[in-house]
């Protein structure tokens, strides 16, 4: 069986994005490349993503020429959320329904692992059901005061264990849990 890892970037004080949608905190773009590049995309062929989320990365990648740009045309995405009519986005679907049975089902599926990139709602939603199976968390070394928070509101108890570690130049540091 698949397995899904959510991989976040995250500020000091716990939020993905700025009060007004800013993502300026996040790495520098070189270390966001040697973070999420190649060998990190190699594990994974379908990304999972929320309605906004979606939005954003079929914004932007279709006509990046960024490092990761090709990766990320290439592999399957599955946009959860009410608010995707639309893909627009090559080997990208819409998937709507139970999100236990949806996630269930890409897990059963042959190929390698899933990865979900966002958004917040999406990622508390996975995790408050026990369907991450790694949690890849970047803590970016900026303290937003206001934004959308990752982790909000009545979340069940979840111990995870530390399996990985990296410090960036920048002062970000990845952290990896998987659950216990």
């Known amino acids: 069986m698949r ?6 970037l995250v500020s000091l004080d ?9 993502l300026s905190w996040f790495l520098p773009e070189s270390e966001f490349f040697d973070l999420y590049g190649s060998a990190f995309m190699a594990r994974f062929d379908t ?3 929320g309605g906004k989320a979606f ?9 990046s020429e960024q490092p990761n740009a090709a990766v990320m045309n290439s592999c399957r995405k599955v946009a959860i959320g009410k608010t995707v009519q639309d893909t627009g986005w090559a080997n990208s679907e819409i998937a709507r329904g139970d999100l236990s049975e949806t996630i269930g089902r890409l897990k059963a599926e042959e190929g390698r692992d899933l990865v979900c990139f966002g958004g917040a709602k999406l990622g ?3 995790v408050r059901r026990g369907l991450v199976d790694e949690l890849h968390l ?4 900026a303290l937003l005061g206001a934004g959308t928070p990752l982790f ?7 111990n995870f264990k530390l ?3 990296k410090a960036y130049k920048s002062g970000g540091v990845l952290l990896r849990y998987v659950p216990v």
């Open 138 to 141: 970047v803590i970016c070394p």
């Open 124 to 126: 508390r939603s996975l």
């Open 163 to 165: 399996i990985e570690t």
């Open 55 to 63: 939005v954003l990365f079929s914004k932007h990648w279709p006509t």
């Open 14 to 22: 716990g939020y993905i994005e700025g009060k007004t949608g800013d």
């Open 3 to 8: 397995k899904l890892t959510l991989a976040m």
């Open 152 to 158: 909000i509101g009545e979340m069940p108890r979840k």
């Open 47 to 49: 990304i999972v993503l």
